[in-house]
Each structure stands twice: as structure tokens, then as C-alpha cells.
């Protein structure tokens, strides 16, 4: 396990946990990495939190004092920075953002040239560097310091690209969006209003504090409400740096991730462009799900929790559509990570293309009751490797027998065990939840 980069990168709360001298670091080791033999291109983007703007500036004099050229997106997306790191030829992207966290915490997301996170090598050493055991990095000097150069035309094509990709008009059609007051609030208005949608939007006013507070995919309950309120046909929640959506139904009840899965993967097969091909989860799928995917003839696989671990799968057995419950989903046709307002629009594109409302196309599937427990926690990995607590879960899925199941982990980015019961009663997912939950508190690992 990283010391500083966990699954979705270098996370914690601004200047505690992450520290601006870190984002210096980071940039001064990637310039000098990336310019060994050639003067470095690297592009930054940033989510709207008040913290970003700081690790931003930290970044670029990091880069440019090591001799690396910095193109700045300023707000944006995750999938747009990985998008135009691709087609751009950037070495390297980088996004500040902590995803779906509070505004107090920040993250630095390390892109690789092919638009994908950064593999693990880089990683080690980008570590190794912060830890002193490399460098420190020469440098640069006279005409071989880098240039800021503003990048809000990469942005720009980005939306372009997102608007090539529908394939209707959506004149007519009501939209709701909830942008979660984040990266989108420069991006998808702009996409749903450029195809013609009556487009309805809400916590689109970022001050750099309101990120993710009480809005967007984390807190969806309020686009439910403002869907059935005002008679829309659909609405999407994105998360604060947008490689997240979840949408709701015309009915108000929401369509998560393993819905979209089904959504898409079923229209992909009647399509005929599955092909022989999986569609990817991860094991926090539900089992409702994997029921209604027999019940298709289509295959699936089960990766770790993480976008990241859903894209490795994809990417090394050419499956062409994967993601997680969160709303991370990955059309591997067209993007290399979790893009929120484009699976808004592939969800758009069934709707459309089958004359169907959003609650018709998920009819075919019966979720099972879920319960996902999240028990802040002194050390995720004694807990996990704690004999009293593993003697609970076995406890526990003994007494559900062959009708669900239970799901230990840890998160990558917090302080966090999360417990997961599936079965077909609420009242027994408690039950179960409650015994392990219990261990842990016994074991005086709860905070």
C-alpha cells in the first residue's frame, strides 16, 4: 500500500494532511522526471474548492522551476484532464481535487500519457522523492525554465468532444442536473443546453466552500425531489470533480451505478455491439444484478472497489464497459476514465434510441436489499486482519446462508472500514451488520 497516493491519488484534508510544500514537491519531481530528455508538457486541472486554486499555483511553480512547460485547464473535470493529456500529447495530466470529499480536504490525481492513472512505478518513485530518498531534482535555469500557459481551450474542445458522442437531439426532453456546486458547473449545461434540452440546474453556484455540501451524487435526495417537483423527464448528479453521475427516473427513485451497468449493458446486447465482451463491476455489485445478467446471456467480471482496478480489467481483456455502484462508469470506447456527463449521455442515448422512460429501461432488474456501514477506524488493516472480527463475518454469513452475503474492506482514501450485507430483508442486513460493527467496537478499533 502507498504511503501518500491511495486508490484515487494523494488525499486528505489541505495543508493537515496534504500540504502545499507536497504539491511543490510533486511538480519539481515530475518536471525533472518527464524532462530528462525532452522539455516536459504537463497539464493541470482543478475543482472549485478554495484549496485548489493554492495546490494549483504550488504545482505549476513545482513543474516550471524543474524546466516543465505548464498548460492550466483552471475548473474543470477529472475525464477532461485525462481526455486532453491524451489527445494533447502531455506527459503527464494532473487533476487537484478530492472527488466526492468536503470542501477541507484536497487531492493531487497523477494522469498518465494515455490518459489512465499513473501506473504504480511512477507512483513508488514520485514517493520515494517526497520521502527523500531520490534527488532532489536540479533546477532549472536561465531560458530552460518553464512557461504557464492558460489552457481553457482544452476545456473548451472537451465539451466539443461530449457533444460529438449524442447521438440525438434532446429537444423536448426535460433534464435535470445537480452539478454539485464542482467541475461541472462550467460543462454541463453547457453539453445539455448545446443538444437542445430543456436543462434544469441546481448547486451550480460554487464559492469554494459549498463543494459536495448537502448536493450532488453524495446527497441526491434533493434531485429526486426537484425531478418529481418540476414534471422532468430525467435528472443526473455528478460528484465534485464529475467522473461520477447518478441519475434519477422521472419517478424520482434513483438510478446508481449498478442500474446504469444493466441499463447500458443490455441495450449494448440488444445492439448486437457487446460483442463477445463483459461488462465489468466490482464485488460491491449487487447481486440483483449479476441475477438480471443470466438471465441476458451476458458475462460479467468482478474487480476490487476502484475505478481504477475496473479500467485495468477492461483495458487487458478489451471489455467495453465497466464501473461501480458510486457512479464511476467507464465507456472504454471513448474514455479512459469515470466521466460523469458523458455516461449522462450514454444513459440519454438508450432512453432515446428505445422510446423508453428512464424507469422502463431498469424494470428487468430486482435489487436486493443493500446495507453498506461505513466504522471510522483507528488502523483499516488490523481490523481487517483481526481474528475476533473475521469470526464475526464468517458468524454472519453463515446465518444468511445461500441468500446474500457480506462484504468486508477498507476504504482508499479514508480512515474507514466499510461493512456490506446484501439479503432479501433489510431487518437481516442489520442483524448482520450490527454483529460485525459490534467486533470492531469490542476490539476498541472504533473511533
Known sequence: MSKYFGTDGFRGRANVDLKVE???????????????????????????????????????????????????????????????????????GIMISASHNPYHDNGIKLINANGEKMEESVIDLVEQYLDGKIGPAPYASDDKIGMVIDYSSGRNRYIGYLISLATHSYKGVKIGLDCANGSTWMIAKSVFDALGADTYVINNSPNGVNINTDCG??????LQKFVVENGLDVGFAFDGDADRCLAVDEKGEIVDGDKILYIYGSFMKKKGTLLDTKVVTTVMSNMGLYKAFDALGIGYEKTDVGDKYVYENMRLNGNLIGGEQSGH?????????????????????????????????TEGLVIYPQLLK???????????????????????????????????????????????????????????????IAAIKAQGYAL
Not at 333 to 354: C, P, R
Not at 408 to 413: A, E, M, V
Open 374 to 436: 461505513n466504522v471510522r477506524v483507528t488502523d483499516k488493516n488490523a481490523v481487517l486482519n483481526d481474528e475476533d472480527v473475521l469470526r464475526a463475518e464468517r458468524e454472519a454469513t453463515e446465518e444468511l446462508g445461500g441468500d446474500g452475503r457480506v462484504l468486508l474492506r477498507k476504504s482508499g482514501t479514508e480512515p474507514l472500514v466499510r461493512v456490506m450485507v446484501e439479503a432479501p430483508d433489510e431487518t437481516v442486513c442489520n442483524k448482520a451488520a450490527e454483529h460485525i
Open 329 to 361: 462508469i467507464i465507456f472504454g470506447k471513448y474514455a479512459t476514465t469515470g466521466d460523469g456527463v458523458l455516461t449522462a449521455i450514454k444513459l440519454m442515448q438508450a432512453m432515446l434510441s428505445q422510446k423508453m422512460t428512464m424507469s422502463q429501461l
Open 22 to 92: 507536497h504539491a511543490f514537491e510533486i511538480g519539481r519531481f515530475l518536471g525533472w522526471y518527464y524532462g530528462k530528455n525532452h522539455k516536459a508538457k504537463v497539464v493541470i486541472g482543478k475543482d472549485t474548492r478554495l484549496s485548489s486554486y493554492m495546490f494549483e499555483c504550488a504545482l505549476a511553480a513545482g513543474l516550471t522551476a524543474s524546466g516543465a512547460d505548464t498548460y492550466t485547464m483552471h475548473v474543470t473535470s477529472t475525464p477532461s484532464v485525462a481526455y486532453i493529456t491524451r489527445i494533447d500529447d502531455f506527459d503527464c
Open 217 to 222: 451524487s453524495t446527497h441526491i435526495e434533493h
